[in-house]
């Protein structure tokens, strides 16, 4: 089992920009399909934007479009959401997650098909 551990959350003004990192270890990172989910206040987890085990493949939330850029660094064996243009209603508890896959291009949308997460970190974007 893969293990993760987030970092770089924090508080922002609106408008400007986080990183987040996902550190992983554990089983070989690069057959993991890796995601980012977030969590609001008195609401449901969230699905933000998710990368192929090759990297090749990314997709977003409608909502973040444009202002978030996910990667993935295999040699350190973390992933990483660049968040750009932040708004008030982006701040929620960011998790990473992993989900094993054979397919290089495959990615997920669903937190079911992520069988790994991390503990959150927190981003408050103040208005």
């Known amino acids: 089992q893969v293990q993760l551990v987030e970092s770089g959350g924090g508080l922002v003004q609106a408008g400007g920009s986080l990183k987040l990192s996902c550190a992983t270890s554990?089983?070989?990172?690069?057959?993991?399909?890796l995601g980012w989910f977030r969590q609001a206040p008195g609401k449901g987890r969230e699905f933000v934007s998710t990368?192929?085990?090759?990297?090749?493949?990314?997709y977003y939330a409608d909502s973040v479009k444009g202002r978030f850029t996910i990667s993935r660094d295999d040699a350190a064996n973390t992933v990483y959401l660049q968040m750009n243009s932040l708004k008030p209603e982006d701040t929620a508890v960011y998790y990473c997650?992993?989900?094993?896959?054979?397919?290089?291009?495959?990615?997920?949308?669903?937190?079911?098909?992520?069988?790994?997460w991390g503990q959150g970190t927190q981003v408050t974007v103040s208005s």
């Open positions: 997650a992993a989900g094993r896959t054979y397919y290089s291009s495959n990615y997920y949308s669903g937190e079911n098909e992520y069988t790994a």
């Open positions: 990368i192929s085990w090759s990297g090749s493949s990314t």
């Open positions: 554990g089983r070989t990172f690069s057959r993991y399909v």
